[in-house]
């Protein structure tokens, strides 16, 4: 199956998407905060970027679902710094450590090249890690590395806070969509992520993402070529809005989606100040999660074991591969 975005590239099409996309920067609007800062002189906002991508750390990552680690490996781009402010961030090294982010600024043509490196490393697709605040970079790298040779399939992994207006842009060019649906609830979002307007752009993001590439679709060994996967993270105290959020996905999206349930959830970075996020996830607040995929008829993706969370913590501070040692078992319980 040949990725779509090689028939952007051959139309002239991907090119103008680059030339809109890094037009956005120059009052950046690529996600809902809508600084409108000028990123193309190197003025920065909310995400603490500017002109050129940052890269934290790059690797074939054995992690993932299933589906995307396969036999080989995610290959997998950290981007550094982030639109959201989640005080439980496990990639909080990378996301919120602004200034030493700013020393790992990389080339377009850098990244073109890292993507390349992944794929002659065998890694079965490039996984875009937080690259919400990134898209006029990473399509321009793309550009850049289709004639170089890059074939295999693009995943757009983000935290969900993205806008429509965006995505499309990304329609053709994205294969497999990964974004959190991570609230249901506008007012934890504000308080958790100081994102206020979450929820909405979430799901309207969401649908369109479904829209662009629909229910996952597999090959023959069993590794995923184009649909979306939503992850959906536990958190104490229903904080997550778990029911009315899997409730909205069976409903406004598919019955047959594709869901990745995570339970590794600790307290990390600033969540040891908040009551509510101080804890794992009980045992109780785990099965009701499990029991209500089976009240919706969600049948369709993976469940973390409860207990696992120590095993998906990266170092970003480690050389080389942040998941090792030890080697980070993926997800193995299926809905």
């Known amino acids: 199956m040949q990725a779509s975005y090689i028939a952007l590239y051959r139309s002239g099409e991907l090119a103008r998407r680059v030339a809109r996309l890094e037009a956005r920067l120059a009052s950046c609007d690529l996600c809902p905060r809508e600084c409108r800062v000028n990123r193309l002189e190197n003025e920065t906002g909310y995400c603490h970027s500017g002109r050129l991508p940052i890269v934290s750390s790059y690797c074939a990552h054995h992690g993932e679902e299933p589906v995307l ?23 909080y090294q990378i996301s919120q450590d602004w200034q030493r982010q700013r020393a790992k600024e990389v080339t377009c043509r850098t990244l073109s090249h890292q993507m390349l490196h992944l794929q002659d490393l065998g890694c079965h697709n490039i996984n875009f890690v ?13 550009l850049d590395a289709v004639p170089l040779g890059l074939n295999v399939p693009l995943v757009y992994n983000t935290g969900g806070y993205d806008t429509i207006s965006a995505m499309a842009e990304l329609e053709g060019i994205i294969d497999i969509y990964l974004p959190d649906l991570r609230y249901a609830s506008e007012e934890w979002a504000k308080r958790f992520s100081h994102a206020p307007d979450y929820v909405a752009n979430a ?20 590794v995923a070529e184009r649909g979306l996967i939503v992850r959906h993270l536990v958190l104490p105290h229903e904080i997550a809005g778990s029911r009315e959020s899997l409730t909205w996905l ?41 029991q209500l995929l089976d009240d919706l008829g969600l049948e369709n993706g993976w469940v973390q074991e409860l207990g696992a969370e120590a095993n998906y913590l990266p170092d970003f501070h480690r050389e080389g591969h942040p998941f090792a040692p030890p080697r980070v078992p993926a997800p193995n319980s299926n809905i």
């Open 250 to 290: 069976a409903h406004d999206v598919s019955p047959a989606i594709t869901l990745s349930i995570m339970a590794q959830y600790m307290p990390l970075h600033r969540a040891r100040q908040f009551p509510e996020l101080a804890r794992t996830i009980t045992k109780g607040e785990y099965q009701t999660v499990v």
């Open 69 to 91: 680690s396969g036999s080989r490996g995610s290959g997998t781009i950290f981007f550094g710094n982030c639109n959201m402010r989640c005080v439980y961030c496990q990639n």
């Open 130 to 142: 937080s690259p919400s605040h990134f898209i006029p970079q990473i399509v321009r790298a793309i």
């Open 203 to 222: 799901r309207q993001s969401i649908k369109e993402m479904y829209r662009q590439v629909g229910d996952l679709v597999v090959d023959e060994a069993g």
